[in-house]
């Protein structure tokens, strides 16, 4: 009886320790037309048939079934390398919805509040000063009113920026500070950060910028780890999320990709192979707004974990109150980000149902990363789906929305 129950209890945690995968599942068996599959792979493959796009990998997990997921044209087109569901991509800012999560776990340990101002821990932004304009042709520099507080940085309020604009006092110091280049360390960075002047008074408005990099560097500070070391702690050894990280080793570069461009003779054109790739080695800079690689695969476990409420395969990541405060818009004295959508901790948020009727739905979160990985996560009909390829500029999102117009219009 005794050898029994061991090898029982044997079993249960051999079972436990086993990597989550996806139970398969027929679209009808979750309400979906089936012939919405060949719809998808009609519509991916023109894409590379065309030219636009060398290589696309798409997924969808509803209920917490794999309905589609498949492979369309090439990883490496000059060497006629093809994409894999398995293919590991740069995800660039998909980075920030795992880096703002992950520093809601020190939230959890009562460690910060989100209303706590960033100079509390970070005391050099106490001294940021804010741009208010020009007077004589010189540029007026005010206090912060209110201060820079983390909510600020969680949802792009905080008046840092990313240095694209022109004519822009505030991004061209980023530009001639070089803010952001990548060999260098976090710390200094962040730093060097706190002596440029924030483009506007925390919680004005909505600008994309580097807060989730600074958000990198807290996490540091409040944890007393490297941001990699976190994560890996925290986030992807809990999740098996094996193929995430800030580079990708030797091991696993057979699986990686290389970047594309448009070209107006050949319809693409390579900018960047794998063997050119700052991320097959060592990251000097952790970039918590854009640094991780990562699969498909990886990706979803994060997100049917976020469905669960916080837990994935028997493993609790995070309390399902704090899974809760991803679907209430976050952004300061309730304003939106554009249109019908706010910002929460890590996520765009749709406010409310696409005036249509249709999708997206209130609730829904997402986000994108700059070579053109897209995923969103459907908590009403509970799902969430990928589209995955490497293109820089990331602009050519007509993909992603015929994935999705294909998805729902297969559940009505």
Not at 261 to 266: F, I, R, W, Y
Request: charge should be negative.
């Amino acid at each position: 009886m005794k050898k029994l129950l061991y090898l029982l209890l044997i079993g249960i945690l051999c079972q436990c320790q086993q990597p989550f995968s996806f139970p398969e599942a027929s679209p009808e068996e979750v309400g979906l037309n089936p012939e919405f599959l060949l719809s998808i792979d009609t519509a991916m493959q023109k894409y590379i048939d065309n030219k636009q796009l060398a290589g696309i990998t798409t997924m969808l997990v509803k209920d917490g079934k794999l309905i589609q997921t498949n492979a369309y044209g090439w990883a490496d087109v000059e060497n006629q390398k093809p994409l894999s569901t398995e293919s590991i991509f740069r995800i660039y800012s998909m980075t920030k919805s795992i880096t703002s999560m992950a520093l809601m776990k020190l939230y959890e340990k009562g460690l910060f509040e989100l209303d706590d101002p960033v100079s509390k821990y970070i005391p050099e932004f106490a001294n940021t000063k804010v741009f208010k304009g020009y007077e004589n042709g010189q540029p007026i520099l005010v206090d912060q009113n209110p201060v820079l507080t983390i909510r600020n940085l969680m949802t792009h309020t905080s008046g840092l920026t990313y240095g694209w604009t022109p004519n822009s006092y505030v991004d061209s110091i980023y530009r001639a500070d070089s803010i952001l280049v990548w060999n260098e360390l976090l710390e200094p960075k962040i730093k060097r950060l706190t002596q440029i002047p924030l483009k506007f008074q925390p919680g004005e408005k909505w600008e994309y910028s580097v807060s989730i990099d600074v958000i990198g560097y807290l996490i540091e500070v409040l944890s007393g780890q490297k941001l990699d070391e976190f994560l890996a702690d925290n986030i992807f050894t809990p999740l098996k999320m094996n193929d995430t990280g800030f580079f990708v080793p030797e091991e696993k570069i057979a699986r990686y990709t290389c970047v594309y461009a448009p070209d107006s003779t050949n319809g693409i054109k390579l900018i960047e192979s794998i063997d050119e790739s700052r991320f097959t080695k060592p990251a000097i800079l952790l970039m918590g707004g854009g640094g991780l690689q990562s699969t498909m695969m990886d990706y979803a476990r994060f997100c049917q974990m976020i469905l669960n409420k916080g837990e994935l395969n028997g493993i609790r990541i995070f309390q399902p109150e704090t899974i809760s405060m991803l679907y209430e818009n976050q952004m300061p004295d309730g304003k939106k980000a554009w249109n019908n959508t706010g910002w929460t901790i890590g996520f765009k948020l749709q406010l409310i149902d696409n005036p249509e009727g249709s999708y997206p739905y209130a609730g829904e979160i997402a986000w994108e990363g700059a070579a053109d990985t897209h995923f969103w996560i459907d908590v009403k009909n509970n799902l969430f789906g990928f589209t995955f390829t490497q293109m820089m500029p990331g602009n050519t999102t007509a993909f992603y929305r015929d994935y999705r117009k294909i998805v729902y219009e297969a559940m009505q």
